[in-house]
């Protein structure tokens, strides 16, 4: 059974990055063919799909957040994070870290691939 917990600061400041990390147990992080999520979830809004790494180490972003967004993985370690920079208070929102089985942004849903989720940690960005 592959689980995934998400870990962080739930309270972040203005203009600071964001970090958090994804760690997964029963499963590793390079097998073929998963790629590894961020979702997050802002409060009264739907699901947002913020980019992926994938078996290899091949990342993917979301076009409106990818000048922003970094995400990088630690093998030894089974991690995989996520780096937010210069976030304001729209940047509040439940942070999901996923596993989907192909690559898709479609997160939710009958044809969605993702599979396995973290419980998801709330970040806030005030100061």
Do not use: H
């Not at 809004?45 to 922003?68: C, F, H, N, Q, V």
């Amino acid at each position: 059974q592959v689980q995934l917990q998400e870990s962080g600061p739930g309270l972040v400041k203005p203009s600071q990055t964001l970090s958090l990390t994804c760690t997964v147990s029963g499963g590793s992080i390079t097998t073929t063919p998963y790629y590894w999520s961020w979702i997050r979830r802002p409060p009264g809004k739907g699901l947002e799909w913020m980019g992926a790494i994938d078996y290899s180490g091949s990342t993917y972003y979301s076009p409106p957040l990818k000048r922003r967004t970094s995400i990088s993985r630690d093998t030894s370690k089974n991690q995989f994070t996520l780096q937010l920079s210069s976030v304001t208070p729209e940047d509040t929102a439940v942070y999901y870290c996923a596993r989907a089985r192909y690559f898709s942004t479609v997160v939710s849903g009958p044809t969605s691939p993702y599979d396995y989720w973290g419980q998801g940690t709330q970040v806030t960005v005030s100061s």
